[in-house]
């Protein structure tokens, strides 16, 4: 077990803890998982509404991030449901990301990509549905709001009924309401470090949502701020070095390519259409910072034969996840800097230490090792028994 100090010395480890193959693995297909769904969805939309493929290919290319000109109900919710399906799929791999760092923290450092994928077959419900039910409340809540406006809308009695109730119990409700909806938005980020340090079910999730907002606010969201800006800086670092080694590979191959791979790259390039905002937000150090690399942009209009386009496209996705592997490192360090957070949260609350609670894999060991030496000792007394003299 790593030393934990429980205090804001442990959640500058998040970069460092980040900086891991295999959780940078899990982040990252679970980045692209959910991307690629909400691609799919996004097109379905775009084609629902008028546009061929073509056109869509056209105007958003990979990436159909901006500029939606939806045409009814149906396309619309189409790519809301594209929106949650990512959402989802990020979620559920924050939180094998999680137990992955969760259980390094404890000392086992083989604990592999695949046991937190079958972590995650066991707890998704708890991580997707414990936000769901703060925003069901929520909505519940709303809901009987707009009951009172309509009861108030009765003459003389409704009036008279809404001005006597209007402090209590209205207003309370209200106010009731709007820290659910703060505990909503905190939810997003939580949840998922709840459920792979402690493995709970919804509702002692959602107990330990409020309880640790209720007991530790400013610790929650200083310590919050910090892994927010040590992601920030990871990723711009990060994405800065894998600047460097694709010009490092075009300025070697270059050698002997010379015109051939400036067309290649550029057709490469052509296949990033993100939009400049979010290219300027990972390639500079920080917001309203003058600190960045530049990202060049594809000249138009350059003629490749066959192979040299199957190459552009290649490299043009090679490009697009060294991207996505950027922005699962960012998520990666802000779903640790949660992790680290809760654990230390859940000890000045509870004085409570995860770090030493058993999980639910290390007593299901301990039953399966109590079991065999159980069937090992009933063999041992058998063959010891004395067989009955039959003379």
């Given amino acids: 077990m790593q030393k934990f100090y429980f205090d804001i010395r442990d959640i500058f480890r998040a970069p460092r803890l ?15 998982v959910g991307y690629l769904g909400f691609l799919l969805f996004s097109y379905i939309a775009h084609l629902s509404s008028g546009m061929t493929l073509s056109e869509v290919w056209q105007n958003y290319g990979l990436f159909p991030l901006y500029d939606f000109y939806f045409d009814g109900f149906f396309p619309w919710l189409i790519f809301i449901i594209g929106c949650l399906f990512f959402i989802s799929v990020l979620f559920v791999f924050n939180a094998a990301v999680g137990k992955i760092t969760y259980e390094q923290l ?37 809901i009987c709001g707009i009951v009172i406006g309509l009861i108030a809308k009765i003459p003389y009695i409704g009036e008279l009924g809404l001005g006597f109730f209007y402090g209590i119990p209205i ?10 909806i703060f505990i909503f938005v905190i939810s997003l980020l939580l949840t998922p470090s709840i459920v792979a340090t402690t493995k709970e079910d919804v509702f002692e999730t959602l107990i330990q949502l409020f309880s640790s907002i209720w007991s ?8 919050t701020g910090i892994s927010a800006v040590l992601a920030k800086l990871g990723a711009f670092i990060l994405g800065y070095f894998c600047y460097r080694g694709v010009q490092l590979v075009n ?5 002997l390519m010379k015109d051939k791979l400036s067309d290649i790259i550029d057709g490469a390039l052509g296949y990033l259409t993100l939009p400049p905002s979010i290219l300027s937000f990972f390639t500079n150090i920080f917001p309203g910072v003058q600190f960045a690399y530049i990202i060049p942009e594809a000249e138009w209009g350059i003629d490749l034969n066959w192979s040299q386009g199957i190459a552009a496209l290649l490299i043009g996705i090679t490009f697009i996840l060294i991207i996505f592997v950027v922005i699962s490192y960012a998520l990666t360090t802000f779903t640790i800097g949660q992790t680290l957070t809760y654990i230390v949260i ?25 079991d065999e030496d159980l069937k090992t000792h009933e063999g041992e007394e058998l063959r010891e028994k004395p067989k009955p003299d039959t003379q």
Avoid: H
């Fill in 18 to 32: 980040a900086l891991s193959g295999k959780k940078l693995y899990v982040q990252t297909s679970g980045f692209v």
């Fill in 106 to 142: 404890k000392g086992d450092d083989f604990y592999s990509s695949k046991d937190s994928c079958k972590f995650m077959k066991k707890n998704w419900k708890a991580v997707l549905l414990s936000p769901l039910s703060i925003l069901a409340l929520v909505i519940i809540l709303v």
């Fill in 171 to 180: 207003f309370v409700v209200a106010l009731f309401t709007v820290y659910t």
């Fill in 216 to 223: 530790q606010p400013w610790r929650y969201f200083i310590y």
């Fill in 251 to 255: 300025w070697s191959a270059g050698f």
């Fill in 346 to 370: 859940r000890k000045k609350k509870d004085d409570e230490s995860l770090l030493e609670r058993k999980t639910e894999e290390e007593e299901e060991e301990e039953t399966r090792v109590e």
